[in-house]
């Protein structure tokens, strides 16, 4: 008698039963974050005796009269934008440049007691903004630094920098030691590691890194309304401008909100496949 090979049917795969509920969960929640901000643009289109009404005229008359008014009816919103793009580039790579060495040196080349270090980091974020905001002030004056934008770019990157650290120590320990160890026999210097071999591995990390801290100082308010007040004011403070004792034009605030938060929307929407890399990296092994 010949021995058959006899075949066992294979395991059927489980059902994932919750996909099609947590999909829809995912765009439930995703529709209610992205739904004030379409009320938003859609407001900054009314007339001011339609964007005031109640209950909201949602179907009513579209117009341009909220844009014009901001850009051409009282005092120039370019100088705050300029402003607010100045301090939130500078800031930004000011911050990549010391952060990645020094996540380097927290996670790829560990120093001693490394866990202090980042616990140092930390501990800045602890204090409330508003604690030392009077200590701040004081400086600002005793230096002549009043009204400067280069204080809001020194303060933007000492704000950013524990977030940056973190961030990317967390993507660079993802780096496989193989690769250090190959470029450490080939004889490359410290410089050209970082450049030639760490950055294009956690070019999604710096791009997640740089977005979130862009962000972050792009719509900072607290330190930018005491410490500014005509040549260094930015885009933020501007818009506290439109809250008068007149009232509240509810259609010019939309669209100068609109225009204000309009270049954060394009660098998010232009880099998000690197911050989905980003913020995902190392997650997953």
Request: charge should be positive; charged fraction near 10%.
């Amino acid at each position: 008698m010949t021995a058959a090979t006899v075949s066992t049917p294979a395991t059927p795969r489980k059902k994932d039963r919750g996909g099609p509920w947590l999909s829809l969960l995912a765009w439930v929640v995703g529709i209610l974050f992205v739904l004030p901000v379409l009320w938003m643009v859609l407001t900054s289109f009314h007339s001011e005796a339609n964007a005031a009404q109640n209950p909201p005229a949602v179907f009513a008359p579209l117009n341009l009269a909220g844009y014009r008014e901001f850009f051409s009816g009282g005092a120039s919103p370019w100088p705050p934008l300029l402003n607010s793009l100045t301090s939130s580039v500078i800031s930004t790579a000011l911050v990549l440049l010391l952060s990645i060495p020094a996540a380097y040196a927290l996670s790829i080349k560990p120093v001693k007691k490394w866990t202090d270090v980042l616990f140092f980091f930390l501990s800045t974020k602890m204090l409330p903004i508003v604690a030392g905001l009077l200590p701040l002030y004081l400086f600002a004056q005793k230096a002549h630094l009043l009204d400067n934008i280069w204080l809001l770019i020194i303060f933007y990157t000492s704000m950013n920098l524990p977030i940056a650290v973190w961030m990317m120590r967390s993507f660079l320990s993802e780096v496989p030691v193989e690769m250090l160890e190959a470029a450490s026999v080939d004889g490359a210097s410290l410089t050209r590691t970082l450049r030639s071999v760490i950055a294009p591995v956690v070019a999604p990390g710096i791009a997640a890194t740089a977005l979130i801290c862009f962000i972050f100082s792009w719509n900072e308010l607290l330190f930018a309304r005491v410490l500014t007040a005509t040549v260094a004011e930015t885009a933020p403070v501007f818009l506290t401008s439109f809250v008068t004792s007149q009232g509240l034009f509810l259609a010019q605030l939309c669209a100068a909100a609109f225009v204000v938060s309009l270049p954060v929307l394009v660098a998010g929407f232009a880099a998000q496949d690197k911050l989905v890399q980003g913020l995902s990296l190392g997650s997953v092994k």
